[in-house]
């Protein structure tokens, strides 16, 4: 295939995109078509240095190499940039993992049908979903690294029913904030954050419960303990991107604060000692846009 391939004109064989797949998995598959590793084929596509990289390409695709890929691959640039995290805002990226940490059981099987065994969508990296942006159904955690059975991976991620209602009205909430502008999304995610200060251990807690408490189990009591009590990890490689176990909680603690800023605020401001306090409250200034003046006057 790699004969095949001119600079001046577009691919010969195109592949079909699964719905709502990221432009960077696209390319990829197109790259081990032809033959080629994905830094010759990008090389191939886009001349200047402009998303060289496909992590890259995802977030920040500039339009002139948007109106370059569409030219190899036949479609237009806006379907280009779709297939991107493009209406994110600026500070929503916060919330987008660089690699897949979830998927729809339902929807990959689709992709399965159309020839997309390896396709990943977008929704794949949006650390702030429970749900499938496509279908609606509930996601579920990736296979850890080697396993390769896909079937039941989120049999074991239990989700308290009784805040799965709350837990996707936040999920709405804040998408609708991510998606609006910089200073929305900038923030929803201080609103999120503030969620997730740390504050003291009981004086009563186990000994043996080593487990970072967090400042959202003052609105919605029970979240330190179902985290303990799941082996969910104390700390998280990215700070606002929760483990999917436990983020239906986390959705509808902001929910909640969204609902009732000032009183849920000083609930948060309660549990929180010295400089968390403080993290807290300069948290606080920054979520303004969305929440109003917390202070009491």
Known sequence: MIEKLDHAKPLPVILKPVPDELLSSWLRRHATFYGLKQSEFLRHLLSDSAGRLLRVIDMQLPQSAAERLGRFLRCDQAEILRMTHWDLATEARWFVSPEPIQFCPACRSRALELGGQDAVLRGAQRGWRITCSLCGAKLSQLPK???????????????????????????????????????????????????????????????????????????????????????????????????????????????????????????????????????????????????GPLWFS
């Open 145 to 291: 690294t080697g396993e390769d059975d896909w079937r039941g991976i989120g049999a074991d991620v239990e989700i308290p029913t009784a805040i799965w209602e709350e837990a996707a009205e936040g999920e709405r909430l804040l998408e609708q904030f991510l998606t609006k502008n910089d200073e929305a999304a900038a923030a929803a995610v201080a609103t999120f954050r503030m969620l997730l200060v740390p504050r003291p251990h009981l004086p009563n807690a186990h000994p043996e419960q080593d487990y970072k408490l967090r400042a959202v189990d003052a609105l919605l009591p029970g979240i330190d303990a179902f985290a303990a009590q799941n082996n969910i990890p104390c700390r998280w490689t990215n700070h606002v991107i929760a483990p999917l176990r436990i983020r239906s909680s986390l959705l509808a603690g902001f929910r909640r604060l969204l609902e009732k800023p000032r009183p849920r605020f000083h609930i948060l401001r309660s549990v929180t000692l010295g400089h968390y306090r403080l993290r807290l409250e300069t948290l606080g200034e920054q979520a303004t846009p969305i929440l």
